[in-house]
């Protein structure tokens, strides 16, 4: 027989008593379980916001924004070097020559090169752009561990992909070719013009101190 008593978890009735385990275990594990819970809210809000933003649209488009640019650039840059050439080239009369030939070749290689570099740089970019919005969440994950509220935390993320775009917008003038015909314009045309002008002159010239020879007896023994 069961002497009902406190001890055993009977009351005097008889009647099963339920006591609460230790008062202050429960409540830590309470504000445990709470934590926790925000937790998991402020992360899900992050992830979401960041997976449901339509990205990659935006990421395709500042690619071709940096490609059209610098493709413009290359081609504008083409043009003044080609016509550059082309009135260097009249001027020493070799417009159709060997010399005119060649350097064609030469400007359209470099725009070529040209053209590949401006789709290097347009991958760079969004490379960069993508990096810093996974930067930004993987700063705002760790901060959802520290008990930011999910308000708090969406906002933040909002605000961090708006900051990202507008950084991404400000530098696509930034990501330049830079100076593709300059040397070629100043240096190797100038070379191709002389070097044809003097292949022209090869006949005149007989002297090892390159001096004009118009002595035209012929060379040899007298006997």
């Known amino acids: ?3 009902p008593n406190k001890f055993n978890g009977y009351a005097p ?4 008593q339920y006591h609460k385990k230790g008062g202050s275990s429960g409540a830590a594990e309470r504000m445990e379980q709470e934590r926790q819970s925000r937790i998991n809210a402020a992360v899900s809000a992050i992830n979401n916001i960041f997976a449901g933003a339509g990205r990659d649209n935006l990421y395709n488009q500042h690619k071709d924004a ?4 610098n493709v413009k650039d290359v081609a504008d ?10 009135f260097g080239l009249a001027r020493h009369g070799l417009m159709g020559g060997s010399a005119d030939i060649d350097s ?19 991958d760079s970019a969004v490379s960069d752009f993508m990096a810093a919005d996974e930067r930004s969440k993987q700063s705002l994950l760790s901060m959802a561990q520290s008990g930011i509220d999910t308000g708090t935390a969406q906002q933040m993320a909002l605000n961090n992909l708006n900051a990202n775009a507008q950084s991404a917008a400000g530098s696509s003038a930034g990501a330049s070719i830079g100076g593709l015909f300059n040397n ?7 070379r191709q013009i002389m070097d044809s002008a003097n292949r022209g002159w090869n006949g005149y010239y007989s002297t090892p101190s390159g001096n004009l020879n118009t002595d035209t007896r012929v060379q040899g023994s007298i006997t």
């Open 1 to 3: 027989m069961i002497i």
């Open 13 to 16: 009735d008889g009647g099963r």
């Open 184 to 190: 070629l314009g100043q240096a190797y045309l100038t």
């Open 104 to 122: 064609q070749a030469r400007l359209q290689e470099k725009a070529n090169e040209g053209y590949v570099k401006a789709a290097g740089l347009a």
């Open 77 to 86: 840059q083409y043009s003044d070097a080609e016509r550059a050439n082309r």
């Open 66 to 69: 940096v490609y059209n640019i």
